[in-house]
């Protein structure tokens, strides 16, 4: 019987699902391998240590949760169609996918870790900056409205999990209360 090779993105989703299942202590090449039904060979094969494992499973975190979906709204018009478009991809995004359910398993640990809590903080930080530009089209220079919508992204999906919440409706609402404040001048200074 000839067994699949695995792949470095194989132990990169074995990461998020451990971390989403066991939390940040699911972290373990031992762990890992036996629940991928292979040696810790295969892990040291693609990876020099667990130190380079954790920053290669954050590295790929901000790379699809950020990178690639700030690149991918660039079809919208800046402003008020992109942060419209972003909450339509929010809302479309299959909810089961490892990266999403990973998301808050990634700010638990970095609860625990100083390396995660940097790499959180410096997402947290393009995110915010991306919102912002997107702010600044629509009438505002006032940082406060994109940590507004920001926080009321990753508010309710803490919230969604103890509480009935329709996360995308409500998030949905706080954009429109925001954008209509911009363009009533309520709360627009610098």
Do not use: F, Y
């Given at each position: 019987m000839v067994t699949k090779r695995l792949t470095k993105d194989d132990w990169l989703t074995a990461g998020f699902e451990a971390?989403?299942?066991q939390g940040y202590g699911g972290i373990r090449a031992e762990a890992l391998a036996r629940n991928l039904k292979t040696t810790k060979g295969s892990f040291y094969w693609h990876f020099k240590n667990l130190g380079e494992y954790k920053r290669c499973l954050l590295d790929n975190w901000q790379l699809l949760r950020t990178e690639e979906i700030i690149e991918s709204l660039q079809e919208f018009e800046p402003g008020e169609a992109t942060l419209y478009g972003l909450?339509?991809?929010?809302?479309e995004a299959e909810p089961n996918t490892y990266l999403i359910r990973a998301e808050m398993a990634i700010r638990e640990w970095a609860l625990h870790d100083i390396e995660a809590a940097k790499r959180v903080t410096t997402v947290?930080?393009?995110r915010i900056e991306f919102l912002a530009k997107q702010f600044k089209v629509v009438g505002t220079k006032n940082a406060y409205f994109a940590k507004a919508l920001y926080a009321s992204y990753i508010g309710s999906r803490t919230?969604?999990?103890s509480v009935k919440a329709n996360a995308n409706q409500e998030v949905r609402l706080v954009l429109k209360c925001l954008i209509d404040a911009v363009k009533k001048g309520v709360?627009?200074?610098d």
């Open positions: 971390l989403t299942s909450l339509e991809m929010a809302k947290d930080n393009r919230l969604k999990a709360l627009v200074s």
